[in-house]
Protein backbone atom coordinates (compact mmCIF):
# COMPACT_ATOMS: atom_id res chain seq x y z
CA UNK A 1 0.00 0.00 0.00
CA UNK A 2 1.11 3.04 -0.97
CA UNK A 3 2.23 6.03 1.79
CA UNK A 4 -0.87 8.48 3.05
CA UNK A 5 -0.19 11.74 0.99
CA UNK A 6 -1.03 15.04 3.03
CA UNK A 7 -4.47 16.85 2.06
CA UNK A 8 -4.11 18.86 -0.94
CA UNK A 9 -6.04 22.04 0.75
CA UNK A 10 -8.21 21.91 -2.45
CA UNK A 11 -11.57 20.92 -2.72
CA UNK A 12 -11.32 18.44 -5.53
CA UNK A 13 -9.19 15.88 -6.77
CA UNK A 14 -7.96 12.60 -4.76
CA UNK A 15 -6.70 13.94 -1.75
CA UNK A 16 -9.20 16.65 -1.12
CA UNK A 17 -10.04 18.56 1.91
CA UNK A 18 -9.04 21.28 4.27
CA UNK A 19 -5.40 20.80 5.30
CA UNK A 20 -5.38 19.77 9.03
CA UNK A 21 -3.07 18.64 11.51
CA UNK A 22 -3.69 15.57 13.07
CA UNK A 23 -4.48 15.43 16.66
CA UNK A 24 -2.26 13.42 19.28
CA UNK A 25 -4.24 10.97 21.32
CA UNK A 26 -3.39 9.94 24.31
CA UNK A 27 -2.45 6.15 24.76
CA UNK A 28 -5.82 4.45 24.97
CA UNK A 29 -5.79 1.16 27.87
CA UNK A 30 -6.87 -1.27 25.04
CA UNK A 31 -3.50 -0.04 23.00
CA UNK A 32 -1.57 -2.58 25.83
CA UNK A 33 -3.86 -5.10 25.37
CA UNK A 34 -1.58 -8.53 24.94
CA UNK A 35 1.67 -7.08 25.86
CA UNK A 36 2.48 -8.50 29.39
CA UNK A 37 3.87 -6.39 32.54
CA UNK A 38 7.39 -6.88 33.91
CA UNK A 39 5.54 -7.59 37.16
CA UNK A 40 3.45 -10.71 35.26
CA UNK A 41 6.27 -11.62 33.28
CA UNK A 42 8.70 -11.55 36.56
CA UNK A 43 5.96 -13.78 38.28
CA UNK A 44 5.30 -16.17 35.64
CA UNK A 45 9.20 -16.72 35.60
CA UNK A 46 9.47 -17.71 39.05
CA UNK A 47 6.48 -19.74 38.91
CA UNK A 48 8.17 -22.00 36.11
CA UNK A 49 11.63 -21.61 37.76
CA UNK A 50 9.93 -23.13 41.00
CA UNK A 51 7.16 -25.49 39.88
CA UNK A 52 9.27 -27.03 36.54
CA UNK A 53 6.84 -28.08 33.89
CA UNK A 54 3.56 -29.76 33.29
CA UNK A 55 3.35 -33.36 32.48
CA UNK A 56 2.31 -32.80 29.20
CA UNK A 57 5.02 -30.19 28.48
CA UNK A 58 7.30 -32.55 29.76
CA UNK A 59 5.94 -35.18 27.29
CA UNK A 60 6.36 -32.63 24.20
CA UNK A 61 10.08 -31.91 25.19
CA UNK A 62 10.54 -35.56 25.32
CA UNK A 63 9.13 -35.60 21.41
CA UNK A 64 10.86 -32.95 20.44
CA UNK A 65 14.61 -34.58 21.63
CA UNK A 66 13.70 -37.43 19.92
CA UNK A 67 12.75 -35.88 16.22
CA UNK A 68 9.26 -36.17 16.62
CA UNK A 69 7.85 -32.64 15.59
CA UNK A 70 5.08 -33.66 14.06
CA UNK A 71 3.79 -35.73 16.87
CA UNK A 72 4.79 -33.30 19.71
CA UNK A 73 2.47 -30.14 17.91
CA UNK A 74 -0.43 -33.35 18.01
CA UNK A 75 -0.04 -34.01 21.93
CA UNK A 76 0.34 -29.88 22.39
CA UNK A 77 -2.91 -29.36 20.17
CA UNK A 78 -5.16 -32.27 21.96
CA UNK A 79 -4.35 -30.25 25.56
CA UNK A 80 -4.29 -26.65 24.27
CA UNK A 81 -7.31 -26.99 21.86
CA UNK A 82 -5.97 -24.92 18.62
CA UNK A 83 -3.65 -25.30 16.33
CA UNK A 84 -1.93 -22.02 16.95
CA UNK A 85 -1.41 -22.41 20.77
CA UNK A 86 0.24 -25.55 20.12
CA UNK A 87 2.80 -24.17 17.59
CA UNK A 88 3.50 -21.55 20.13
CA UNK A 89 3.51 -24.10 22.97
CA UNK A 90 5.90 -26.47 20.65
CA UNK A 91 7.99 -23.40 20.07
CA UNK A 92 8.05 -22.85 23.49
CA UNK A 93 9.07 -25.84 24.45
CA UNK A 94 11.92 -25.82 21.81
CA UNK A 95 13.61 -22.52 22.55
CA UNK A 96 13.76 -24.44 26.64
CA UNK A 97 15.31 -27.53 25.37
CA UNK A 98 17.93 -24.95 23.80
CA UNK A 99 18.21 -23.57 26.70
CA UNK A 100 19.09 -26.62 28.97
CA UNK A 101 21.49 -27.72 26.27
Do not use: C
Not at 52 to 58: C, D, M, N, R, S
Amino acid sequence: MAPKQPNSGLSVGLKKGHVVTPKELAPRPSDRKGKTSKRVHFARSLIREVAGFAPYEKRITELLKVGKDKRALKVAKRKLGTHKRAKRKREEMASALRKMR
